[in-house]
């Protein structure tokens, strides 16, 4: 059974960090130098346990210096893909934005990412911008539209899933 659990930056975040260096750094080539941010200081995460326990995938909430709420750097390793990890961190942050009083919920997706972020709420805000060579997209999510139910788990229930919730996971 996978699950879940919050950390502050005040706690042990070596494992957020590790996951976030694998998948970032060594597997999708941004650089190691920017992966961690003044932002990470003030930080709520959401730690994913798999199947086996093991730390497998992670996001982040943060206030920005808008007074937005945004989630980002949420990834999940190679490895354990699949399970349904991506789709709990994304349920966690936003639960807690909710229930931190945010109006709505800021993100920039990946472009690839893009669908598997409107199954929450988001929709695209903007024109594709790049993030160290790889096209992103703002999305919004307005607190009343958020769907805190997210993907469909595998039961065929998102539009164009077929069942394949590989196409679901966040990489």
């Not at 879940?4 to 042990?12: A, R």
């Not at 199954?119 to 911008?129: A, K, M």
């Not at 060579?133 to 769907?147: C, I, L, S, Y």
Request: aromatic share 8%; net charge negative.
């Amino acid at each position: 059974m996978i699950r879940g659990k919050f950390l502050t930056s005040q706690e042990d975040v070596s494992a957020v960090m590790d996951i976030r260096r694998r998948v970032f750094v060594e597997e999708q080539g941004y650089s190691a130098d920017t992966e961690i941010d003044g932002f990470d200081k003030m930080a709520v995460y959401a730690l994913a346990f798999d199947e086996n326990d093991r730390p497998a995938g992670t996001g982040r909430l943060i206030i920005n210096d808008e007074s937005r709420f945004q989630i980002g750097r949420v990834c999940v390793l190679k490895e354990a893909r699949g399970q349904g990890l991506g789709d709990l961190v994304v349920r966690m942050l936003l639960y807690r934005a909710l229930e931190l009083g945010a109006g709505e919920i800021w993100l920039g997706a990946q472009l690839p990412a893009v669908g598997f972020y409107a199954r929450y709420g988001f929709q695209p805000i903007g024109e594709i911008y790049d993030d160290e060579g790889v096209p992103h997209r703002w999305m919004r999510a307005k607190a009343e539209e958020v769907n805190l139910e997210g993907s469909c788990g595998g039961h065929s229930r998102c539009a164009g899933c077929a069942g394949d919730c590989s196409a679901c996971e966040e990489k």
